[in-house]
């Protein structure tokens, strides 16, 4: 019987879907240092996190989103240049790139003078994926 319990167990978690590693509680509580500059409205207008800031884009579905893809958002000339070169937001590059925006577009483009407009930099590991892990939990379907 207990083998029978385990495989149930690893088909249903097979079958779920799949959210990020971090903590998205934690993330809603971290997400209180970028309300500043960014915001979360879904597609019909409700704004979901934030408060209408337009410093940084709307981060909605930024889950598998090609960086520098937001129309109407004007981007730093690296944003564009790492979207041009096939960088998309998933977990491993939200926090890469949230924790040194600026470093983080210069080494995926490859220009040593590229800058982000973001200037804040998540120093924990743990913060960053919490983030990613509460943005994704606001766009899941």
């Not at 579905?61 to 790492?82: C, H, N, P, Q, T």
């Not at 937001?89 to 995926?108: K, S």
Request: proline content about 3%; charged content about 25%.
């Amino acid at each position: 019987m207990k083998l029978t319990l385990t495989l149930a167990a690893v088909a249903a978690l097979t079958s779920a879907p799949v959210f990020a590693e971090g903590d998205a509680a934690a993330g809603e509580k971290a997400f209180k240092q970028c309300v500043a500059c960014h915001v979360v409205v879904n597609d019909a207008g409700e704004t979901l996190a934030g408060r209408k800031a337009k410093v940084g884009p709307n981060l909605y579905g930024i889950m598998d989103r090609a960086a520098g893809s937001v129309e109407g958002f004007k981007y730093s000339k690296g944003m564009l240049a790492a979207g041009e070169a096939g960088t998309v937001w998933t977990e491993e590059t939200f926090m890469a790139f949230v924790q040194d925006p600026t470093t983080y577009l210069r080494e995926v483009t490859g220009d040593a003078k590229a800058r982000s407009k973001m200037t804040y930099k998540v120093r924990k590991p743990d913060d960053a994926a919490n983030l990613y892990a509460y943005l994704s939990s606001l766009s899941a379907e």
